[in-house]
């Protein structure tokens, strides 16, 4: 009964966190020309490091041929490098130059301005009950990964 509980309450989870990331989606972009999808893959790939195209594009939920059109603007903007892979040459890898660094930390910034606006009005006992429930979930989640479970 409990596993039946933790489902549905995980699935309610899913959707609470689809409806607070449209809310963030919706504050203003803070670089003008870059949309969100080209600021989060810069992010991801600054976080993440070297990825190649087609994870990326699974990932960020796209066609291939629809995010080459991102990476060629950011390409050509100086904010990823593109190299094909030698092994294996129908792969393709792109990573963040120092330029890009910088824009993905400062599309970080913002992304944290945004979530303390969205939570500011919290009461300092649900801040304190959701970042502890939450300090719980990314322990339990970093063994699971750390574990492959």
Same mark, same amino acid.
Request: aromatic share 6%; charged share 30%.
């Given at each position: 009964?409990?596993?039946?509980?933790?489902?549905?309450?995980?699935? !309610?989870?899913?959707?609470?966190?689809?409806? $607070? =990331? @449209?809310?963030?989606? %919706?504050?203003p !972009?803070?670089?003008?020309?870059?949309?969100? &999808? &080209?600021? !989060?893959?810069?992010?991801?790939?600054?976080?993440?490091?070297?990825?190649? /195209?087609? @994870?990326?594009a %699974?990932?960020?939920?796209?066609?291939?041929? #629809? /995010?080459? *059109?991102a990476?060629?603007?950011?390409?050509?903007?100086?904010?990823?490098?593109?190299?094909?892979?030698?092994?294996?040459?129908?792969?393709?890898?792109?990573?963040?130059? +120092?330029?890009?660094? &910088?824009? =993905? *930390? &400062?599309?970080?910034? *913002?992304? %944290? #301005?945004?979530?303390? %606006? $969205?939570?500011? +009005?919290?009461?300092?006992?649900?801040? !304190?009950?959701?970042?502890?429930?939450?300090?719980?979930?990314? #322990?339990?989640?970093?063994?699971?990964?750390?574990?492959? *479970?």
């Open positions: 009964m409990a596993h039946k509980e933790f489902v549905k309450l995980f699935e !309610s989870n899913i959707l609470l966190f689809d409806k $607070l =990331a @449209d809310k963030l989606k %919706r504050e !972009s803070f670089l003008a020309g870059y949309p969100r &999808q &080209q600021l !989060s893959i810069l992010v991801r790939l600054h976080i993440g490091g070297p990825a190649r /195209l087609k @994870d990326i %699974r990932r960020e939920m796209v066609t291939t041929p #629809n /995010l080459c *059109a990476f060629r603007k950011l390409e050509r903007d100086g904010f990823v490098l593109r190299k094909i892979d030698e092994q294996d040459r129908r792969n393709t890898w792109y990573s963040v130059t +120092k330029a890009g660094e &910088q824009v =993905a *930390a &400062q599309a970080m910034d *913002a992304m %944290r #301005n945004a979530i303390d %606006r $969205l939570f500011s +009005k919290l009461s300092r006992e649900d801040e !304190s009950a959701l970042t502890n429930a939450m300090k719980t979930i990314n #322990n339990i989640l970093t063994r699971m990964e750390i574990t492959n *479970a």
